[in-house]
């Protein structure tokens, strides 16, 4: 046997002994990695601004960060998962009857253990300048505030009330975009330019939503990573910081999902033609052709 066929046989061996059977463990894997790349990439981006007093990043290269963040997150989990990474998509997706309700505990669970894990890994690679920034004085709010590294805080101006609507409307925005990208009936996105839409839909949030409190729209973005900063030296500051904050992006979005899942649904979804029989018309749509390619 040459070389290369034992190169072979002994990755199908290992693919035989090591590969998952349960679709539902390969589904928890690919969202825990899923949001582990988006919070490495986002919350990344928002360390090195941070700590490089703006020298080196600026709010455009964290939208760009967290655009980028997303796209590889569907990359990397699209084809298993169908990349949720976002408890609040993943509720749309179980109002709107394309998740089975008991794979959502199993999908949320994963998307927080996969964002408290980025969050780590976002606090060992710049443990150092996080010293060298902080002194080893980990502040929550204030001109040397670090804890806005990994989650949202609200703006001055912003009330209890409006930070709950800002969420919302983001969220729904988001739902209702992500929709219409994966829909067959509809324009939709070529094959395989999927992430690359849906990351668009962040840079369009990030750009024209970010003033109140920096655009979460994700509650295992923020409660995750806000979790880890509790336990890793700021304290539970995390939670009482403005006015108790820590619940709005966490039920805001939730809401939002299911608000952008039914406008979508009542205004596109509901009202698509039925598919004609193929005896009836061998033409299909120009737009179906390129959703189908």
Same mark, same amino acid.
């Given at each position: 046997?040459?070389?290369?066929?034992?190169?072979?046989?002994?990755?199908?061996?290992?693919?035989?002994?090591?590969?998952?059977?349960?679709?539902?463990?390969?589904?928890?894997?690919?969202?825990?990695?899923?949001?582990?790349?988006?919070?490495?990439?986002?919350?990344?981006?928002?360390?090195?601004?941070?700590?490089?007093?703006?020298?080196?990043?600026?709010?455009?290269?964290?939208?760009?960060?967290?655009?980028?963040? =997303?796209?590889?997150? =569907?990359?990397?989990?699209?084809?298993?998962?169908?990349?949720?990474?976002?408890?609040?998509?993943?509720?749309?997706?179980?109002?709107?009857?394309?998740?089975?309700?008991?794979?959502?505990?199993?999908? =949320?669970?994963?998307?927080?253990?996969?964002?408290?894990?980025?969050?780590?890994?976002v606090y060992g690679l710049y443990y150092d300048a996080l010293m060298e920034h902080t002194g080893g004085v980990m502040q929550v &709010?204030?001109?040397?505030?670090?804890?806005?590294?990994?989650?949202?805080?609200?703006?001055?101006?912003?009330?209890?009330?409006?930070?709950?609507?800002?969420?919302?409307?983001? &969220?729904?925005?988001?739902?209702?975009?992500?929709?219409?990208?994966?829909?067959?009936?509809?324009?939709?996105?070529?094959?395989?330019?999927?992430?690359?839409?849906?990351?668009?839909?962040?840079?369009?949030?990030?750009?024209?939503?970010?003033?109140?409190?920096?655009?979460?729209?994700?509650?295992?973005?923020?409660?995750?990573?806000?979790?880890?900063?509790?336990?890793?030296?700021?304290?539970?500051?995390?939670?009482?910081?403005?006015?108790?904050?820590?619940?709005?992006?966490?039920?805001?979005p939730m809401v939002g999902g299911v608000v952008g899942a039914a406008v979508y649904f009542l205004f596109i979804e509901l009202h698509?033609?039925?598919?004609?029989?193929?005896?009836?018309?061998?033409?299909?749509?120009?737009?179906?052709?390129?959703?189908?390619?």
């Open positions: 046997m040459s070389a290369g066929n034992m190169e072979l046989e002994g990755k199908r061996k290992m693919k035989e002994q090591c590969a998952l059977r349960k679709d539902i463990i390969k589904e928890f894997l690919a969202e825990s990695l899923g949001i582990f790349v988006l919070i490495l990439f986002g919350c990344g981006s928002v360390a090195q601004t941070v700590l490089s007093k703006g020298a080196l990043g600026e709010p455009l290269t964290i939208h760009i960060g967290f655009t980028l963040g =997303v796209m590889m997150a =569907v990359y990397v989990a699209g084809g298993v998962s169908g990349a949720h990474v976002n408890p609040a998509v993943s509720l749309a997706m179980v109002v709107l009857g394309k998740l089975p309700i008991k794979k959502f505990p199993v999908y =949320v669970a994963a998307q927080f253990l996969g964002a408290f894990a980025g969050s780590c890994a &709010t204030g001109v040397n505030a670090t804890a806005n590294i990994w989650a949202s805080y609200p703006a001055k101006h912003i009330s209890v009330l409006g930070g709950f609507v800002d969420q919302v409307i983001g &969220t729904a925005a988001l739902i209702l975009c992500i929709l219409a990208i994966i829909d067959g009936k509809n324009i939709g996105a070529p094959k395989g330019m999927e992430p690359l839409c849906i990351g668009l839909i962040i840079m369009a949030i990030g750009v024209s939503m970010g003033l109140n409190c920096g655009y979460p729209i994700n509650p295992a973005r923020d409660l995750g990573p806000r979790l880890f900063t509790a336990v890793a030296g700021w304290g539970m500051e995390v939670f009482r910081a403005g006015g108790c904050w820590w619940w709005i992006p966490v039920a805001g698509h033609a039925k598919p004609e029989k193929q005896g009836e018309n061998n033409v299909k749509d120009k737009y179906e052709m390129a959703t189908l390619s």
